[in-house]
C-alpha cells in the first residue's frame, strides 16, 4: 500500500466521531479486555440480536474471546475516559487481568465481566469470526443487555474523546 493513501486513510477516518467500548472476555483463556472503537449492530431481527467488534489480530483479547466464544461489549458513559485508557493500556498496570482491579465489574449472564457505569453493556457468545488483513471481525450472538440511567455515550473524533450534543431544530 502506498504510505501516502495509508495517511490520508487514516486522517478521514479520524473524522469519523464513534463511541467508545471496551470489549472484555473471562473463561479457561483468562480473563481480558480491550478499548475498541469498532463496533456496530449487525441486525436485530435473526433469532437473536446480533453485533460486530473488531479486533487486531495481535491482541490477546480477541485470542481470548476466540477461544473463550463469549465476551461483553461494554459502551462507556461518557464520562468514563479513565476506563478506555485502562483497557487501551495507557496506564501501565501489569498483566491484562490486572485492569479489572482498578475499575468496578460485576459479572453477566454468560459470566463475562460488565464493566461499573457502562451506558450498555451487550453479553454475546461469539457466533462466527473471520481474520480480515490484521484484524479478527467478530460476530456476536447478543443474549442479555443491562442499560444505565445515564444514555450519555463516550465517543472519539478528530484524536481525542469527545461528547454527543444536540443541535437545536432548524428554524
Avoid at 81 to 105: I, K, N, P, Q, Y
Avoid at 116 to 130: H, I, L
Amino acid at each position: 500500500m502506498k504510505p501516502e493513501l495509508r495517511m490520508q486513510f487514516l486522517e478521514a477516518m479520524s473524522r469519523a466521531a464513534t463511541f467508545v467500548a471496551v470489549v472484555t472476555t473471562d473463561g479457561e483463556a483468562g480473563r481480558f479486555g480491550v478499548t475498541i472503537s469498532s463496533l456496530t449492530s449487525v441486525s436485530a431481527d435473526g433469532a437473536h440480536p446480533s453485533l460486530l467488534a473488531c479486533l487486531h489480530h495481535q491482541s490477546p483479547a480477541a485470542a481470548a474471546i476466540l477461544r473463550n466464544r463469549a465476551f461483553c461489549a461494554n459502551l462507556l458513559q461518557e464520562d468514563q475516559h479513565e476506563v478506555s485508557d485502562l483497557f487501551a493500556g495507557r496506564m501501565t498496570v501489569g498483566e491484562h487481568s490486572g485492569r479489572f482491579d482498578h475499575t468496578a465489574w460485576s459479572r453477566g449472564e454468560l459470566g463475562q465481566p460488565i464493566l461499573g457505569g457502562a451506558t450498555a453493556s451487550f453479553q454475546c457468545r461469539v457466533a462466527t469470526s473471520v481474520l480480515w488483513e490484521t484484524h479478527h471481525i467478530i460476530v456476536g450472538n447478543v443474549v442479555s443487555v443491562e442499560l444505565s440511567d445515564n444514555a450519555g455515550a463516550l465517543l472519539y473524533g478528530q484524536r481525542a474523546y469527545r461528547r454527543a450534543v444536540q443541535l437545536s431544530a432548524a428554524k
